[in-house]
């Protein structure tokens, strides 16, 4: 007589990857960077409508004064906008960066992570209230992306070595 026995084997649950999704949110603050960028050499390059001349003007005839320079509202204005373009695409590779040499950064509940979430909810809030479609799409899906990493991140360990 043979007697045949089933093992059964058990899997444990792995938790859904973190990395993935914070990596997302990362090339969405690069794309909104050079996007931006990209945008504006391209209005450079291009003949401005007659309305666009205008505003232009009024832009350099209000000038003012800030600590002994003299700027006009339209270098303040392409000044900010070409160098928020550069901010966004070093805050993407940096935490690109990040992720890669150090994911616990990520894998864990930390500030690290929730700072790149606030901090895309912060511009979102601001591009809701002030900007056009195109960076509104992107940081939803940024907020969205490094929502979900923190949603799969594993709580901070009780020694506390992850919390950096």
């Known amino acids: ?3 045949t026995t089933s093992t ?3 899997r444990t649950l792995s938790r859904p990857d973190s990395l993935r999704p914070f990596t997302v949110g990362a090339y969405g603050f ?14 450079a390059l291009t003949a401005p409508t007659p309305q666009q001349r205008e505003t232009d003007r009024a832009m350099r005839e209000s000038a003012f004064a800030l600590m002994g320079l003299e700027r006009t509202t339209l270098d303040l204005f392409n000044g900010l906008s070409v160098a928020m373009s ?21 894998r864990h509940r930390t500030a690290f992570g929730w ?5 895309s909810l912060a511009v979102l809030a601001v591009s809701v209230l002030l900007l056009p479609p195109p960076p509104i799409i992107v940081l939803t899906l940024t907020s ?5 990493s923190m949603s799969r991140a594993a709580p901070p360990s009780a020694r506390g070595t992850t919390t950096a």
């Not at 690069?30 to 209005?43: E, M, N, Q």
């Not at 700072?115 to 901090?119: E, Q, Y």
């Open 30 to 43: 690069v794309l909104l960077g050079v996007g931006h960028l990209a945008l504006s050499a391209a209005t």
């Open 115 to 119: 700072t790149a979430l606030a901090a």
């Open 86 to 106: 550069f901010f966004g695409i070093t805050c993407g590779l940096l935490i690109l960066a990040a992720v890669r040499h150090a994911p616990a950064l990520v």
């Open 8 to 10: 059964t084997t058990s």
């Open 144 to 148: 969205c992306a490094f929502a979900l």
């Open 1 to 3: 007589m043979t007697t």
